[in-house]
């Protein structure tokens, strides 16, 4: 047993073993958040600050970043169709989820008569037993397979859900308008309306979800500063493509791989005809110009002229000042490839200006990539090779250097009378009197903050914007202070210390703020 515990300890602290990364002029810290996930395939920063993963198996659960430990929600495997590419897919978070709208959606395969459908559902995330309840179907009977089948969801905005799907191996449905393959779908999420689940009513063609067409697997969708949306697509050999997403748009496949020009189209003969040194008289630029096709912004090129596909999938507009290298960039995860591409866009970001790989070969293939409030990166990774062989894990990769500039001008003689022991203002007030404080807000970003909010009776508390100690004051609503201490680490047990109730604590900005304990 003695033993056991020894390498029980060793192998957490390997795990927890933090190394060091260079992107440009600035040094990352990476560390394994969690390791032996089974394909992670999707990962979001959740409401209460914890990750939330989908496992290709079926398993959804929340992750502490603070200590790995991981909450299982939901497991689908017992009603999945998990082969290959398939299973349990992608999710996204109702952005209104701690304001009346509890709801987290997710795109999985199952079993059916014909042997793989695809579906969008939504759960409702149950508080008091920390799981997700009552599937309700929005779309079903979505052609599956167990390749080419996406699925990407994101949800731009309170009312709006976005999904890419697969040409499920049907190329030619993906230029078909009435069937959901190959396709971009648009969804209506207004919690406070009646159209919930079901097609936006301003889409192109009334009661379909469609929103655009001709795709052959999309599986990154990203919303950029401009409101332009962005997709990620993986080519047959080569032409990968990065596409801005329209209403109404036709994005090519199968007739039309990467850029529209002089190659056949993609019937298979025809490009073994081309490469045999023949002539095609239907060319891909022939299909664009009479079909209206939108070309991407960006392709690896065609496969006969040499370029091969790196199999991208998630990406994400990254505007955080910690990491100033991907700072108003868009970040793509690579699969096969086993890289993060950074693209460089222009103020209008309907250009890309300059594109440059990162960490090739350090994790393997990367699946997927969630921001952080604080600017961190959290990877999740699929292997090294195809089928997933691992490791699969959880990477967070943070400056931990980045401190957040305050804008103030401390030279007034009275301002050291009004610092408390831990060096900070008492409040805000005092500073602006002291200080001539020239950004408020700045000042406000610096504060401590705290969650989960609400709490249980036995959960932890964790603190953000910690770099040193300070003091805590919790008191009730009659003002009794419950809780007075020094905080010298980035959590606080409340098991034993809170009963149910409202508290107020006080932390190094001075201000009073809620803390609900159920």
């Not at 029980?8 to 990352?28: D, E, R």
């Not at 030279?411 to 805000?428: H, P, R, T, W």
Request: net charge negative; glycine share 8%; with cysteine.
């Amino acid at each position: 047993m003695k033993k056991y515990l020894i390498l029980l300890f060793a192998n957490l602290i390997l795990s927890y073993a933090f190394a060091q990364i260079q992107v440009g002029n600035t040094t990352l810290t990476e560390r394994e958040v969690i390791g032996g996930l089974d394909v992670p395939w999707e990962i979001k920063w959740g409401p209460d600050n914890h990750i939330w993963v989908t496992e290709r198996s079926g398993i959804v659960s929340r992750v502490n970043v603070e200590t790995g430990e991981q909450y299982i929600l939901l497991n689908l495997a017992p009603q999945l169709y998990d082969q290959y590419e398939s299973g349990l897919l992608g999710m996204e978070i109702h952005p209104n989820f701690n304001n009346g709208a509890p709801y987290v959606f997710m795109a999985y395969t199952y079993y059916s008569a014909g042997g793989a459908s695809e579906k969008i559902v939504y759960y409702e995330y149950d508080f008091d037993n920390d799981a997700l309840i009552n599937e309700t179907v929005m779309v079903d009977g979505i052609d599956g397979n167990s390749t080419h089948i996406g699925c990407r969801l994101l949800a731009i905005d309170n009312t709006t859900l976005l999904v890419t799907t697969g040409d499920a191996q049907d190329w030619m449905a993906s230029q078909d308008e009435t069937a959901l393959t190959g396709k971009t779908l648009r969804i209506d999420i207004d919690a406070n309306g009646s159209n919930f689940g079901e097609p936006k009513a301003d889409n192109p063609s009334p009661y379909s979800y469609v929103w655009s067409i001709g795709h052959r697997n999309a599986q990154g969708l990203a919303l950029g500063p401009n409101g332009i949306i962005y997709s990620s697509e993986h080519g047959p050999n080569g032409d990968d493509e990065l596409n801005i997403i329209v209403a109404n748009g036709n994005y090519g496949w199968p007739n039309a791989q990467g850029m529209c020009d002089n190659l056949p189209t993609s019937d298979v003969s025809d490009y073994i005809t081309y490469a045999n040194g023949l002539s095609n008289s239907y060319t891909e630029t022939d299909f664009c110009n009479e079909y209206n096709i939108i070309e991407p912004l960006w392709s690896t090129g065609a496969y006969i002229n040499g370029s091969t596909t790196i199999a991208p999938s998630d990406i994400i507009w990254y505007d955080h000042p910690s990491i100033p290298e991907f700072q108003n960039t868009l970040l793509m995860t690579v699969l096969k490839g086993k890289k993060l591409v950074r693209f460089e866009f222009n103020s209008s970001g309907d250009e890309i200006i300059g594109e440059t790989d990162f960490f090739n070969n350090e994790w393997g293939r990367l699946r997927d990539i969630c921001v952080s409030p604080d600017g961190k990166i959290y990877l999740a990774t699929n292997g090294f090779n195809w089928p997933s062989q691992g490791p699969n894990e959880i990477i967070e990769l943070y400056n931990a250097d980045y401190v957040v500039e305050s804008s103030y001008n401390c030279s007034n003689d009275g301002c050291e009378e009004i610092m408390d022991a831990s060096g900070e203002y008492s409040s805000l007030e005092d500073c602006e009197a002291a200080c001539n404080v020239t950004s408020i807000d700045k000042i406000e970003k610096k504060s401590i903050k705290f969650y989960p909010n609400p709490i249980h009776k036995d959960g932890v508390l964790y603190f953000q914007n910690y770099d040193k100690p300070f003091q805590l004051n919790i008191s009730n609503l009659q003002g009794q202070i419950v809780y007075s201490n020094k905080v010298q680490e980035r959590s606080l047990l409340i098991q034993g210390l809170l009963d149910s109730g409202i508290y107020l604590l006080k932390t190094n900005n001075g201000k009073n703020t809620k803390l609900m304990v159920k």
